[in-house]
């Protein structure tokens, strides 16, 4: 075994695209991958985002934005909105998406995304290279085309994508369901001394 330097080697991780607007209505789109849950109850999510990146100040205005998830359609601009700038492109029209209005929120959803996450900043924790923006969940919108008969999110249905070490992947066979491990088989028993 070899022992690294410190470094950021906890992989997979969400591949996410993150909307968000300023006071005057300019929008922007940009890959996250330091992102992810903190609390349940309230709902609580984050994202890290270096300083010198063009949405930064707009998140910090408004103290808003969206976690868009990515899917195996969606890894073209994916990759593609976290390696140009908004400062110098038009993002959305160079990669196809669609703004879709917010429920609780002013900034745009990603259309094509099967779930949108809006979120409104509570706080923001400079930690070095990169800022913490700590959010509160205020709306979840998902495309109806996700749900089921039972009313339930079939997001394998997706093609969920996630990032680990510098390279996309398509998550694929489900290994388990939570709580699998512990579960009872139902009208089986099991007794190895029975022949």
Not at 51 to 70: A, D, G, H
Not at 116 to 139: P, W, Y
Request: hydrophobic share 35%; aromatic share 8%.
């Amino acid at each position: 075994m070899q022992t690294w330097k410190p470094g950021n080697m906890l992989y997979p991780v969400p591949a996410v695209m993150v909307s968000c607007c300023d006071k005057n209505g300019n929008t922007n789109i940009f890959t996250a991958a330091w992102t992810g849950t903190v609390c349940s109850d309230p709902a609580m999510v984050y994202i890290s985002v270096r300083p010198s990146r063009y949405s930064y100040k707009m998140i910090e205005e408004t103290k808003e934005f969206v976690i868009n998830l990515t899917t195996d359609s969606l890894a073209q601009a994916t990759d593609f909105v976290g390696v140009r700038s908004g400062r110098d492109i038009d993002k959305w029209k160079a990669c196809g998406l669609t703004q879709a209005e917010a429920s609780k929120v002013k900034a745009p959803l990603i259309k094509e995304s099967p779930v949108n996450i809006e979120c409104k900043v509570t706080q923001i924790i400079k930690l070095g290279s990169h800022d913490m923006f700590l959010a509160e969940v205020l709306a979840v919108d998902v495309d109806e085309k996700y749900i089921d008969k039972k009313g339930s999110l079939n997001l394998k249905a997706a093609g969920l994508m996630a990032y680990s070490h510098g390279r996309y992947f398509s998550l694929g066979k489900q290994l388990g369901k939570f709580g699998f491990s512990v579960k009872k088989n139902k009208g089986k028993t099991k007794n190895k001394n029975k022949k």
